[in-house]
């Protein structure tokens, strides 16, 4: 519910914050483009820029919408621009990772009331796709000192990398989505970017859109911060970085400088210096992720505390030897139901067929499948949540077995 800024408040919040009626220093990143695409003319440097107009992303979105409002022409334009570069990174082989962003709405002493989800429309797909603009673009000019004769001298950069996905891996998503009959050809190379997008395409709205989705992610190596240019597999560009959010992400900072060094005719940065900056930076951005995941679990349990004993519909999202993951169907949380505890028989899990299969019944559960759950226990220090699974016509019918051990 809020946010600890990196730079000192006033920084952040006032000198550096774009606040429409307000002259502001700022780095830009001006582009000319066509309606082709092309970029006719680019330019960096530091500006002086005064706002006219701050608009929020439901405001845009009204204009792109209905086509009036504020600036309705202008950002119109934008976004017919964006949408077709859009268009354009995906023919080139970009990934679409769309997930919902879960968001809780809190009392005034912080407490989960309501879930909501954050869903990106084009109003938020027009500043993306600008934003990545700049960062390919910044990270290009830095690469390389250009002299009057057109040589090409590399520099120290800071780059975002992505690599391409490990052939084991993909393996494994392979026969993870084999289970609900999904046949994925593809082992590398670009290949694989093209058949993932056919896949969410698929998928979208399934019951088992957010388990093959959170596989998918999995099975991608993960971004990071490095000086060595490897590309970025995911966007399907050759050289890319973080230069867009200097007031809360430290590599943009670093990116700034670097950008202002070279545009000033500054010699080459050391890159054992950068290099280890970058390790440190990818390793704490692991930490805030995990913080993140860790405060969004420990507000789900906080919020389903209220509503123990409450039964819920879902759908299974995940199987282990020892329990079920059940993933709520309104709010999207999810929390586990212990085998051992399944009244009306014993349960066993097939690992070859990815299914839970009941000794005498025959019931088998898998991947997907609708059931019905009682919330049983909310644990705020383990951040864990668990259900009892309520199968119909088994309740109170388990058969006893003697001496179970």
């Given at each position: 519910d809020?946010?600890?800024?990196?730079l000192?408040?006033?920084l952040?919040n006032?000198?550096?914050?774009?606040?429409?009626?307000?002259?502001?220093l700022?780095?830009?990143?001006?582009?000319?483009?066509?309606?082709?695409?092309?970029?006719?003319d680019e330019?960096?440097?530091?500006?002086?820029?005064?706002s006219?107009?701050r608009?929020?992303?439901a405001?845009?979105?009204?204009?792109?919408e209905?086509?009036r409002?504020?600036y309705a022409?202008e950002v119109?334009?934008?976004n017919?621009?964006?949408?077709?570069?859009?268009?354009?990174?995906f023919?080139?082989?970009?990934i679409s990772f769309?997930?919902?962003?879960?968001k809780?709405q809190?009392?005034?002493?912080?407490?989960?009331?309501?879930?909501?989800?954050k869903?990106q429309?084009e109003?938020?797909?027009?500043?993306?796709?600008?934003?990545?603009?700049?960062?390919?673009?910044?990270?290009?000019f830095?690469s390389?000192?250009?002299d009057?004769n057109g040589?090409?001298?590399?520099?120290?950069?800071?780059?975002r990398?992505h690599?391409?996905?490990?052939?084991?891996?993909?393996d494994r998503f392979r026969?993870?989505?084999?289970?609900?009959?999904?046949?994925?050809k593809?082992?590398k190379?670009?290949a694989?970017?093209?058949?993932m997008?056919k896949?969410f395409?698929k998928i979208?709205?399934s019951?088992e859109?957010?388990?093959?989705t959170t596989?998918?992610?999995?099975s991608?190596?993960?971004a990071?911060y490095?000086?060595?240019?490897?590309g970025?597999y995911?966007?399907a560009?050759?050289?890319?970085?973080?230069?867009?959010?200097p007031i809360?992400?430290?590599p943009d900072?670093?990116?700034?400088?670097?950008?202002?060094r070279y545009?000033?005719?500054g010699?080459?940065?050391?890159?054992?210096t950068?290099?280890?900056?970058c390790v440190?930076?990818s390793?704490?951005?692991?930490i805030?992720a995990?913080?993140e995941?860790?405060s969004i679990?420990?507000?789900?349990?906080e919020?389903?505390?209220?509503?123990?004993?409450?039964?819920f519909e879902?759908h299974i999202?995940?199987l282990?030897?020892?329990?079920?993951?059940?993933?709520?169907?309104?709010t999207?949380?999810e929390?586990m139901s212990?085998?051992?505890?399944?009244?009306?028989?014993?349960?066993d899990?097939d690992?070859?067929?990815?299914e839970?299969?009941?000794?005498s019944?025959g019931?088998?559960m898998?991947?997907?499948d609708?059931?019905?759950?009682?919330?049983?226990?909310a644990d705020l220090?383990k951040?864990?949540?668990?259900?009892?699974?309520l199968?119909?016509?088994?309740?109170?019918s388990?058969?006893?077995?003697?001496?179970?051990?």
């Amino acid at each position: 519910d809020r946010t600890v800024p990196m730079l000192p408040e006033r920084l952040s919040n006032e000198l550096c914050s774009l606040r429409p009626d307000e002259d502001s220093l700022c780095f830009s990143a001006v582009f000319t483009l066509n309606e082709n695409l092309d970029i006719l003319d680019e330019w960096f440097g530091r500006t002086v820029i005064h706002s006219d107009r701050r608009f929020t992303y439901a405001e845009a979105q009204e204009i792109i919408e209905t086509g009036r409002g504020d600036y309705a022409e202008e950002v119109l334009t934008l976004n017919r621009l964006a949408q077709e570069l859009r268009r354009q990174r995906f023919r080139n082989g970009a990934i679409s990772f769309e997930r919902e962003e879960m968001k809780f709405q809190l009392d005034e002493t912080g407490r989960p009331i309501g879930v909501c989800f954050k869903e990106q429309k084009e109003s938020n797909q027009m500043i993306e796709e600008f934003m990545l603009l700049a960062n390919r673009r910044v990270a290009e000019f830095c690469s390389h000192r250009v002299d009057a004769n057109g040589r090409r001298t590399p520099r120290t950069m800071v780059y975002r990398v992505h690599d391409t996905p490990s052939e084991e891996k993909l393996d494994r998503f392979r026969q993870f989505i084999l289970r609900f009959g999904i046949l994925f050809k593809a082992s590398k190379g670009r290949a694989v970017a093209r058949e993932m997008n056919k896949l969410f395409a698929k998928i979208k709205g399934s019951t088992e859109e957010n388990a093959v989705t959170t596989m998918a992610v999995r099975s991608m190596a993960k971004a990071f911060y490095t000086t060595d240019n490897i590309g970025h597999y995911g966007l399907a560009f050759p050289s890319y970085t973080h230069f867009t959010s200097p007031i809360r992400r430290y590599p943009d900072m670093m990116v700034h400088r670097l950008l202002a060094r070279y545009l000033s005719g500054g010699k080459s940065a050391d890159k054992q210096t950068l290099e280890e900056l970058c390790v440190r930076a990818s390793e704490r951005e692991v930490i805030a992720a995990e913080a993140e995941r860790a405060s969004i679990k420990y507000k789900m349990v906080e919020f389903m505390k209220e509503r123990i004993g409450e039964e819920f519909e879902g759908h299974i999202s995940g199987l282990t030897e020892w329990g079920v993951y059940v993933e709520l169907d309104e709010t999207h949380i999810e929390g586990m139901s212990f085998l051992r505890d399944v009244e009306g028989d014993f349960f066993d899990f097939d690992e070859q067929r990815y299914e839970i299969v009941g000794r005498s019944t025959g019931l088998r559960m898998t991947l997907g499948d609708p059931v019905r759950i009682r919330i049983k226990r909310a644990d705020l220090q383990k951040r864990q949540l668990d259900f009892d699974l309520l199968l119909p016509g088994l309740q109170k019918s388990r058969p006893r077995v003697k001496n179970r051990r």
